[in-house]
């Protein structure tokens, strides 16, 4: 990290910042030009080899994205329900190769077939509704899946209203900001991203950590395939993310609360500032808010199409206007975070539990779950399953149950399901049993949790291909600051892939040593993580996958 480099990124101020004015730049060709890049170098006092190396890395903004008018969605659950390549061939009858691009992923894990076209996401049209969309009926870009809790329903209760949200905002207002942090810390919510620290001790660091000005950050870059959990609270219960964002700056002294949306999400944008536009109108937001000294106002900022996005540091560098590399930690962000300042990043689903513990107090909100993992968890279904949707279910939920009985089970014969997305665990449908809905169990049975977002992998489907393709996602996505993960990822990819082409056998005790190598050797979990999927498959699958490895000697 760049100490300068950071500064000269908050120069204007988070609402003037770079990274929104190079995708501004970008937004009419699909590429800022050399001109603009030239103008913002001058204007924030950087390199102009800065600018360019952070306009080029980004899928909608580098040179490459020039001339695209439609996206087609790549995530695993398109990829596992086959419906791209058919969607594909009909856009080329309209459209030439090279404006045809990629998204991963477009949150319609639930209906696949899905793709952008003119700042909005499509899923499951018929070839007539597709004629519509491209004449002009762009409403067809509804879409339609579950959402209910079972037992407590803490993120997925009904929206009461911003009088009520106003009204308990006050409240919190009326207290010291101490009392508010201690029940946030008492409520032990884990966050949802994926990592599983505790929300209220990261609060504390930031509240402890020097400085006249600190940022909450909302991580909305949910860049996991198979995961539309947060989409689905953005879209739908944007207040309470709002709301807990708020507590969030009033307990560890943040004036801002910036919104990091990624750009796959268009419909998300305007549906979160009309929340805000609320809070404004309820005299919620600004200066001395409601007669206190607690100063505090919102900023979305648009992603450009990029995974490791959702690494805390890899994002507080994109606001920034720089590459999106992970940073060595420490210094942690709570003491050098955006622009140098005390900064905490929480997933969306994180500040969505906030409002509930406000009201219900922190204590409610432990009791709920098991010991380790309390609270409630939302999990993702994708098409495989009869009734996909977004389920609500207090942590430790047997994991059948939310398959069979939410779900309604499968609609065809499914042999793994892979949770918690790329870096999640590859779980064979005989396992289910065996897990409940929280960290412990999946981490015990050498599986990961994460964002809890399921994509079913059908007994047709090749677990080659999947792993090829997963493995080549990796590669993509690597913001490639350490070696391990820049290499290796391709590396493994270029095994894969020619492998399942027939052309080479895999050295089993070389992939292990790659896989090892990435494991421990990573900056990050992207590197880290991406082996335990595969070692799942080799665990599980081994007869399946035999004919693509040379037998050890």
């Known amino acids: 990290m760049s100490k300068n480099l950071s500064d000269l990124g908050g120069r204007k101020g988070v609402e003037e910042n770079l990274f929104s004015k190079i995708g501004l730049a970008g937004s009419a060709e699909g590429t800022p030009s050399e001109a603009d890049m030239e103008r913002l170098a001058d204007e924030f006092l950087v390199g102009k080899a800065n600018v360019y190396g952070t306009a080029t890395f980004y899928d909608f903004l580098k040179p490459e994205n020039k001339g695209k008018k439609v996206y087609v969605c790549n995530g695993s659950a398109c990829l596992c329900a086959g419906t791209q390549e ?7 009858s309209r459209f030439k190769d090279a404006e045809i691009g990629h998204m991963t992923c477009l949150g319609r894990c639930h209906e696949n077939g899905a793709f952008h076209y003119q700042g909005k996401n499509y899923s499951a049209l018929e070839s007539g509704q597709l004629e519509s969309v491209f004449g002009g009926e762009s409403e067809l870009n509804a879409d ?6 079972r037992g407590e329903a803490v993120l ?3 929206f009461e209203g911003m ?14 900001s101490a009392e508010v942090l201690e029940e946030v810390k008492a409520a032990g919510i884990r966050g949802r991203g994926g990592a599983g620290f505790p929300m209220g001790v990261k609060w ?7 400085g006249p000005l600190k940022f909450i950050i909302c991580n909305a870059d949910e860049g996991d395939p198979g995961a539309y959990s947060d989409r689905y609270l953005l879209e739908q219960r944007p207040h309470s993310v709002l709301f807990g964002m708020m507590i969030a700056g009033m307990c560890m002294r943040a004036e801002w609360g910036v919104l990091y949306i990624r750009a796959e999400y268009p419909e998300s944008f305007d549906i979160v500032e009309a929340a805000i536009a609320d809070f404004r109108a309820a005299g919620l937001l600004g200066e001395n808010i409601q007669g206190s000294d607690f100063n505090f106002d919102f900023k979305i900022v648009a992603g450009q199409g990029s995974y490791i996005c959702g690494e805390e540091t890899a994002l507080i560098s994109s606001i920034e206007g720089q590459r999106p590399e992970v940073r060595v930690r420490p210094p942690f962000p709570a003491q050098k975070g955006l622009f140098n300042k005390p900064t905490i990043v929480n997933n969306v689903e994180t500040l969505a539990t906030v409002p509930y513990i406000i009201q219900h107090g922190g204590a409610a909100y432990a009791a709920l779950g098991t010991e380790k993992s309390n609270g409630t968890k939302l999990v993702s279904l994708d098409g ?11 942590m430790g939920t047997p994991l059948s149950t939310v398959i069979d009985d939410l779900g309604g089970g499968f609609t065809e014969s499914i042999k793994a399901l892979h949770i918690g997305g790329p870096l999640g665990g590859i779980v064979p449908v005989d396992k289910i049993g065996d897990l409940t809905v ?3 169990s999946f981490a015990n049975a050498g599986f990961l949790l994460g964002h809890a977002s399921i994509v079913c992998i059908p007994e047709s489907f090749s677990l080659m291909t999947y792993l090829e393709k997963l493995m080549e996602f990796a590669a993509v996505e690597s913001c490639g600051k350490c070696f391990p993960c820049r290499l290796g990822t391709k590396r493994a990819h270029e095994m894969l892939e020619a492998a ?3 052309n080479y056998k895999i050295d089993t005790i070389l992939f292990e040593d790659l896989l090892h190598t990435l494991e421990v050797g990573s900056l990050c979990a992207h590197g880290g993580g991406i082996p335990l999927p595969v070692k799942n498959a080799l665990q599980y699958f081994g007869d399946e996958l035999a004919q693509y490895f040379s037998k050890e000697e």
């Open 500 to 502: 399942n082409l027939g």
């Open 86 to 92: 058919g969607l594909v061939d009909e856009l080329k």
């Open 156 to 158: 997925t209760r009904p």
């Open 384 to 394: 495989y399953v009869r009734k996909p949707g977004i389920y609500e279910v207090e």
């Open 438 to 440: 929280d960290f412990e």
């Open 144 to 149: 339609r899946y579950e959402a209910q809790a």
């Open 204 to 210: 504390e660091f930031a509240r402890n950590a020097e």
């Open 163 to 176: 009088d009520a949200y106003a009204s308990l905002l006050k409240g919190a207002l009326s207290k010291d």
